[in-house]
């Protein structure tokens, strides 16, 4: 059954894998293609980041044919929510807590009302006046 993993501004389709609960456990044949984490002997690794398991609990996280992502970013502290077979993973409250503190707006990109594309960062070093409104 194929499973969503929403995450860093994606949506990453995992064709197979295992639902239990609230966990997705996602193959180690594909696991590296989904979500760029690798497991090797020093823990989960992603490029040159390697986060070791926690002593005594690999089981909660590793067997021999699957990875349970959603333990993992949970245990990263990563806010999960969960519905039917999508999983939305949230940036950590403390580097979402940092974007705030550094007063850099993220990049976004908006038609202008001819439908005109236009990104943020195209007038990086100059004043922005944006307005919102909201029909509700």
Same mark, same amino acid.
């Not at 499973?3 to 193959?27: N, Y």
């Not at 989960?44 to 089981?59: L, Q, T």
């Not at 245990?75 to 929510?81: C, K, N, Q, R, V």
């Not at 950590?92 to 974007?99: A, L």
């Given at each position: 059954?194929?499973? @969503?993993? !929403?995450?860093?501004?994606?949506?990453?389709? &995992?064709?197979?894998?295992?639902?239990?609960?609230?966990?997705?456990?996602?193959? =180690?044949?594909?696991?590296?293609?989904? @979500?760029?984490?690798?497991?090797?002997?020093?823990?989960?690794?992603?490029?040159?980041?390697?986060?070791?398991?926690?002593?005594?609990?690999?089981?909660?996280? &590793? /067997?021999?044919?699957?990875?349970?992502? @959603?333990?993992? =970013?949970?245990? =990263?502290?990563?806010?999960?929510?969960?519905?039917?077979?999508?999983?939305?993973?949230?940036?950590? +409250?403390?580097?979402?807590?940092?974007? =705030?503190?550094? !007063?850099?707006? +993220?990049?976004? @990109?908006?038609?202008?009302?001819?439908?005109?594309?236009?990104?943020? /960062?195209?007038?990086?070093?100059?004043? &922005?006046?944006?307005?919102?409104?909201? /029909?509700?």
């Amino acid at each position: 059954m194929p499973h @969503t993993i !929403l995450a860093e501004g994606q949506r990453i389709p &995992v064709s197979s894998g295992r639902s239990e609960g609230a966990d997705l456990w996602i193959p =180690m044949a594909s696991l590296g293609a989904a @979500t760029g984490w690798a497991i090797k002997p020093e823990g989960a690794c992603k490029g040159e980041v390697c986060v070791p398991m926690p002593r005594g609990r690999e089981a909660e996280f &590793v /067997s021999p044919s699957a990875f349970n992502y @959603t333990a993992f =970013m949970r245990y =990263m502290g990563h806010p999960i929510a969960h519905r039917g077979d999508t999983w939305c993973i949230a940036a950590r +409250p403390e580097d979402r807590n940092e974007q =705030m503190r550094s !007063l850099q707006a +993220p990049d976004f @990109t908006l038609p202008d009302i001819d439908g005109n594309l236009h990104s943020l /960062s195209d007038y990086r070093g100059k004043k &922005v006046f944006l307005a919102s409104w909201a /029909s509700w």
